[in-house]
């Protein structure tokens, strides 16, 4: 298992609002055109304006900041939220593949961006409720 050297939360490693918008952004603008996620594209809406934000919120209080996602929406039960879209390996991985170029594009530490990665690989994979 790989240890974070740097203990402080994400949210202040990363820089607060000012980094973590730009980053869900570049996430969704690669889920809307990477050829090769096209599964996962379809389980979205045509608008992804409100997943944005809704990730944006989310993130925030997962990395450690303002609890925005529960101040709006509640307790997250993140995997009862995604259990009516069939994710499996294919779906956890695509949504990685989105995950990998927005951090690449937005987070210059690699460091962070590989601890960022690793974290939210552990999500993903937690979401999978289709056994390949
Ligand atoms: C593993 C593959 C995943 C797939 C295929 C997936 C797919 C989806 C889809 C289709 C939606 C509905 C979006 C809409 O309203 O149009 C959604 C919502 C959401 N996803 Fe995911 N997701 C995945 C992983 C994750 C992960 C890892 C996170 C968090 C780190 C996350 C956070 C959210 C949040 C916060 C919402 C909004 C929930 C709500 O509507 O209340 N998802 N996801």
């Not at 690669?30 to 050829?35: K, Y």
């Not at 995604?82 to 690449?104: S, V, Y």
Request: charged share 30%; aromatic share 10%.
């Amino acid at each position: 298992m790989q240890i974070q050297s740097d203990t402080r939360p994400l949210y202040e490693r990363i820089g607060g609002e000012a980094k973590l918008r730009p980053l869900v952004q570049s996430f969704y603008k690669h889920l809307d055109e990477l050829q090769e996620i096209q599964t996962i594209r379809w389980m979205h809406a045509d608008n992804l304006q409100s997943a944005e934000d809704k990730l944006f919120m989310f993130l925030s209080g997962w990395m450690g900041g303002p609890s925005l996602f529960i101040e709006k929406f509640g307790h997250p039960r993140l995997r009862q939220r995604h259990i009516t879209f069939k994710i499996g390996d294919a779906e956890r991985d695509q949504w990685m593949l989105c995950m990998r170029h927005a951090l690449n594009e937005t987070i210059d530490d690699k460091t962070l961006r590989d601890d960022l990665y690793a974290s939210l690989y552990a999500v993903a994979d937690f979401m999978r409720n289709q056994s390949e």
